[in-house]
């Protein structure tokens, strides 16, 4: 009987067309394709993990936001960098940008604007940075290796600008035109606030466009974002902002500490750590009596020991030094200088695009002429904000603060500009490319190296030694510099005359 049944199995096989078999052969609970929404969580967290890895990285180092006293990442602050030292820094957002191109394909096919629309937002907040880090990038091709583009061809940052900006009119106008009571699953960012990814797709918009606006006469293009709040809604308030806040116990910010995890000396923070905070950060703030000096830095752990052993020591702020030679660097007593404070070791919240931002680059377009407005409002919103953001600060200390003579914006042209841009780099600390890339464009604030470095802080990354095997990056820099671009090269985003610092 069972010898039959297999015959009768057999022949009703082979009477069976191929498609048909593949229909019956198809299982319910494993599909072939998975639904966009199953796929956002990991886009999210990828995209804010190229953001906040940057911090740490060479960006964060190149702009002075953080020091090493030794271990894998000291070599940055010597500006001793090869294309090794950029392998993941490229690898991991472009395999990002892979697993976004196939939301994206999966969302157009399925007729989901939704998630289309989240998914140009993540692709845009990606090869933002990359574009900002490296100058020409791919962007038709970025991600997509496995159909057919192993060795993408690259795009002039001046167009991949714009077809950023197209991607996200097209995102805007996505979310504009959907049905009321469409929602987003699993949206780790927004809860499915739809409304809040269409304020963040015109905030990088307005982003972009004071990146390019060195280069090109965008007047005309931010004035219409700041005007119609109906076509073009941005960030309104520290609610409406860009800000990760991890769940889980496996994929925390990355300076999270958990609580298991705490140092035995009741510090909540990690001084044994290689990692410290620049001493032009720390200057910085301690020179306007900045509140966020001890949201960003410990005291150093000789004076916390100090003032643990007797109260009436005082704790100690104090920033390392950039550009020292190893000699000096290896002379350093890494105890004398602060590190990453309690505050920011016990949070589990990325900010990865800030209302602070958003009104600082607001305050500088009114100062430059671009828009109309009043800059010092504005600008006093944009550092408020830069502070309540954290949520430690009583409201009367920020208001002191900001009453602050040296606090308020100059009258002078020049000089506004130089706070606006300084406020730009303390906002942005711990995002590097964010502060990298307003520094490069700005200019602000001076930033100085020591005597024993011999070059200068780069103005760009360069490509990773894999990426320079593929043929079209040669043939591209060939044809544009006649050689291979180095960190000396500026990107195009950048004024001509680019200001130089040394001690």
Known sequence: MKLNSIIFASLLAGMTSCSDFEEININP???????????????????????????????????QHLNYTGGNNEGFGRFVITGASFREEWNGPMRNVKDINQVLEIAESSEQPEYQAVGLICKVQVLQLMTDAYGDIPYDEAGRADEGYEFPHFEHQQDVYQKMLDDLDTANELLKNLSSGTSIDNDILYDGDLQKWRKLANTLRVRILMRMSAQLDVTERIAAVFNNPDE????????????????????FYRWYIQEQNLPADGSGVDFGSELRISEAIVDSLQMHNDPRLTIYTAPTRNSYNANKQDPTQPLVYRGQPAGLSAVEQAELNKDDYSVLSRTIRSESRAFLVTYSELMLLKAEAIVRGIINGDASDTYTQGVRASIEKWGFVDADDTDAFLSRTDMQLADDTTRALSQIGTQMWIDSFLNGFEGYANWRRTGYPQLYVGPSVLSDIPVRYIYSDNEQNNPNLISWTNEQYGRMVNETDLVWFQPQKWPCHRN
């Open 232 to 251: 073009y809604p941005v960030f309104e308030s520290i609610d409406d902002e860009a800000t990760l806040v991890y769940n889980n116990s496996t994929d």
């Open 29 to 63: 609970n494993n599909p072939s394709t998975v639904p966009a929404n199953l796929l956002l969580p990991t886009i999210i967290s990828t995209t804010a993990s190229s953001i906040t890895g940057s911090g740490a990285g060479a960006a964060g180092q190149f702009v």
